[in-house]
C-alpha cells in the first residue's frame, strides 16, 4: 500500500486536493485493492489491465451502486494509474480503454418556499443554545447556499456585520462573498449573545456544540434532516438539499444564473444550469395556470 500512500501525498500536497477528495480517493483505491486481492493471488500493479477494471465496474454496478458514484471510482483510477505512470511503475493506464456508464440527470430535490417559510416561524426550535444554533444552521444554509463544509469551517472573522456579508472559503482555496438579510443577521446576533454566555469567546468557530467543540458534518447532517422531516416529506434530508432550495429559489424568482453561480461557488455554469429544469417546470405550472388557451 505504499504507492496509495504516495499517491494521496501528491494529491494532497502538490495537487491541493481537498481533504474530503484525499478520502474518497483513498477509499475507492482501497475498495479496487481489496477486489484484486479477492480475484487474484499476490497480485502486481503492473498485471492489472482494463479487462479486470471492467469486472470490477460490473460488480459494483451489480451491488445497486450508482453510476455517478462509478464514474468517480473510474476517475480516481485513471488519476491513480497516471501517477504511477509517472513514477515509472507501471507503463501504461489501463483505465483509458474503460468506457464509462453514462449518467442519468437528475432533478435536484429542494423544498418549497411556503414549507421553508412554514419552518422559519415554527416553534421547533427550543429557546436553547442548541435550539437557537440549530435554527440558524437551517436559515445559513436557506439564505447562503453555502456547502456544509464550508458551513463547518466558518469561522468568526469571516463574519462582516457592517457590510452584512460572510467571507466563505469554498472548495480548492477559493474565497467568496455572500451577503446576509436582516433577519439573518438577527438571528447570527442572537445566537452569538447566547454563545457568549456559554462558550469560551477565544473559539474561533461560528458554530460549536455546548461542550465548545467546532460542529462536525455528521451534527449538521443530524440537525437539517431532523428539522427537515418536520416540514417534507422527500427522501433526502441533508445540507445539500437546502443547497438545491436556495438556487432554485432564486432562479424562480428571477435572479440571473451567473449571479447564482458566483453565489454557489461554482467554478463554471455547467454545474448550476441543472437548476434551470426545476424552474422551467415551474413556469410550465404557472402557465397552464395563468394562461386562458393553457
Known sequence: MEHKENFLSYIRDEKRYSKHTVLAYGKDIDQFHDFLNRKLVNFVLSDIDHKLIRDWIVLLMSNDVTSTSVRRKISTLKTYFKFLMREGIVENNPVELVTVPKVGKKLPTFVSEAKMEDLAY????????????????????????????????????????????????????????????????????????????????????????????????????????????????????SPHVLRHTFATHLLNNGAELNAIKELLGHANLAGTQIYTHTSFKELIKVFKQAHPRA
Open 122 to 237: 415554527s416553534d421547533v426550535f427550543p429557546s436553547t443554545f442548541e435550539g437557537i444554533r440549530d435554527k440558524l444552521i437551517i436559515e445559513v444554509f436557506y439564505q447562503t447556499g453555502i456547502r456544509r463544509a464550508e458551513l463547518v469551517g466558518l469561522k468568526l472573522r469571516d463574519i462582516d456585520f457592517p457590510r452584512m456579508q460572510f467571507l466563505i472559503n469554498g472548495k480548492g482555496g477559493k474565497q467568496r462573498y455572500v451577503p446576509m438579510e436582516f433577519e439573518l443577521r438577527q438571528l447570527l446576533e442572537d445566537y452569538l449573545c447566547c454563545r457568549k454566555e456559554e462558550i469560551d469567546p477565544d473559539n474561533e468557530f461560528v458554530f460549536v456544540t455546548k461542550k465548545g467543540a467546532p460542529v462536525y458534518d455528521k451534527l449538521v447532517y443530524r440537525v437539517v434532516k431532523k428539522y427537515l422531516s418536520y416540514i417534507t416529506t422527500v427522501i433526502k434530508k
